[in-house]
């Protein structure tokens, strides 16, 4: 992927996180989130997938299970706490709000 869809997906994100964004910024900064992070694991970015999860989980994306379970092994892996803590309060939020369904119960 060229820097161009990234940066616009990045746009996208930004966008959907104000405090002012419509339903449709939302969506596109849900869908984004998620692309940036399929992008960072194609990669194998790993802190910057934890990272990108995050991302997701704030933007209220669905994040499928394998994904889940990448992230958890980069963080698992990973020397530094706050990547671990990064990953730990993303599906802390995500059981909050009740939607680990099947997803995040692969993972644990």
């Known amino acids: ?3 161009q869809p990234v940066r616009e997906m990045k746009r996208s994100l930004s ?6 964004a419509d339903t449709g910024q ?3 900064a849900r869908d984004a ?3 940036l992070l399929e992008s960072s694991i194609a990669f194998g970015h790993a802190r910057l997938a934890v990272i990108r999860l995050s991302m ?3 933007a209220g994306a669905e994040v499928p299970g394998p994904m889940w379970s990448y992230c958890e092994q980069a963080a698992r892996h990973s020397q530094d706490r706050q990547l671990q803590a990064l990953w730990q309060s993303a599906a802390e939020r995500v059981q909050q709000r009740g939607l680990t369904g099947a997803a995040l119960a692969e993972v644990h």
Request: no cysteine; charged share 20%; proline share 6%.
């Open 33 to 35: 989130a998620l692309s």
């Open 56 to 58: 997701a989980v704030h």
């Open 26 to 28: 939302r969506h596109l």
């Open 1 to 3: 992927m060229s820097r």
């Open 15 to 20: 966008a959907g996180f104000r405090p002012d």
